[in-house]
């Protein structure tokens, strides 16, 4: 069972730790707590590396189907090359923000229990690693799954 944090409360709606209806339910704390960033027993890597895939895998659609290239046959190509080139955007940001060496997480009403191994420097600059592979991973097989539509709807499981 995960600890219970005491909520907070002040004058300043702005440094307050509120339990409201929404954020202390079990369900909304239970979600919270195996998002990868709050997983427990994970390296700074490994949240990195999960967390990057998932940005890049859904970051490719908006770039592909909205992209100044989407009615041409590279609509794909240009997708993937933008959402790479985000996420490397992204892990430079990352990068400063390990550089400054960041506060440790607090505890609060949604996450009582805040990763331990991403409360330094160092800590951020494993995640920082593993979000660059994860994203450009992510990108890279979402890319192959939306370029290889006709060969996969070829398959009986994907017919109908």
């Known amino acids: 069972m995960a600890t219970r944090v005491q909520a907070v409360s002040s004058p300043n709606p702005e440094v307050s730790n509120l339990a409201t209806p929404v954020n202390a339910t079990g369900i909304v704390q239970a979600f919270i707590s195996n998002l990868p960033i709050y997983r427990a027993n994970l390296s700074p890597q490994r949240r990195g590396l999960e967390v990057g895939m998932a940005h890049g895998y859904f970051l490719l659609g908006p770039f592909t189907l909205l992209g100044p290239l989407r009615h041409t046959d590279q609509a794909y190509l240009s997708g993937l090359l933008a959402t790479v080139g985000l996420i490397v955007i992204l892990t430079v940001c990352?990068?400063?923000y390990a550089s400054v060496s960041p506060a440790a997480p607090?505890?609060?009403v949604?996450?009582?229990?805040?990763?331990?191994?991403?409360?330094?420097?160092?800590?951020w600059s494993e995640f920082t690693s593993g979000f660059l592979i994860g994203g450009a991973g992510g990108a890279a097989f979402a890319y192959l799954l939306v370029s290889n539509v006709p060969v996969l709807s070829s398959f009986s499981i994907l017919s109908n």
Request: positive net charge; proline residues 20%.
């Open 94 to 96: 990352l990068s400063i």
């Open 106 to 108: 607090l505890p609060s």
């Open 110 to 123: 949604a996450a009582p229990i805040p990763p331990s191994n991403i409360k330094d420097g160092k800590g």
